[in-house]
């Protein structure tokens, strides 16, 4: 068996290293102030990139919430526009008139805002003109008839308005009735 013994020439107890002076322990003092510096320096880096990464994520969940949302309320388009026949028909009663007005909260309840409606000024960002007609007494360009509802979902358009437009006019509502129902006295004023 052999014993540990500390070497000869130091004693238990005793620091074999030298004394330090009061200039190396400025450096040292300076060292270790640099390097809490950089480390927390890293720290707050990394921090707010947890913070960008966190609100990044956030984001990005909302908006495929949001894409899924509207993914489902476009597919429901076809059925919201049996609904407004139905009505304008009046052909819902009892069950059906239940299911569709339940229809009608849920798509209210994701933000689903249906618009357009005859005599609204006429908005190419939010309507689609199918046909333009001439009707005295606008104006503005205006909607005269609605072809199918448009839909908005958070603000967003989903499906524009299709309308019938007719230009702004200086005519009044009557006049240009009278011009197109009248008839020439003279026949020969018709071919020239």
Do not use: W
Request: proline share 7%; charged share 30%; glycine share 8%.
């Amino acid at each position: 068996m052999t014993e540990d013994f500390p070497p000869e020439d130091q004693t238990p107890g005793t620091d074999a290293t030298p004394p330090v002076t009061p200039d190396e322990t400025a450096d040292t003092d300076v060292d270790l102030s640099a390097a809490v510096a950089e480390l927390t320096g890293d720290l707050q880096r990394v921090q707010a990139e947890y913070v960008n990464y966190k609100r990044r994520v956030d984001r990005d969940r909302d908006v495929a919430r949001q894409r899924g949302i509207e993914s489902v309320i476009t597919d429901l388009l076809p059925v919201l526009d049996g609904i407004d026949g139905a009505k304008a028909h009046d052909e819902l009663t009892g069950g059906t008139k239940l299911i569709a007005d339940e229809v009608a909260k849920v798509t209210a309840k994701y933000g689903l805002e249906a618009y357009g409606a005859v005599g609204d000024e006429f908005d190419p960002q939010i309507h689609e003109a199918l046909m333009h007609v001439h009707v005295p007494g606008y104006s503005v360009t205006t909607c005269t008839q609605i072809f199918q509802t448009g839909y908005r979902l958070g603000g967003r358009v989903i499906r524009p308005a299709r309308v019938a437009v007719t230009d702004a006019s200086e005519e009044p509502a009557g006049a240009a009735q009278e011009q197109d129902d009248s008839v020439p006295d003279d026949p020969g004023s018709l071919t020239d």
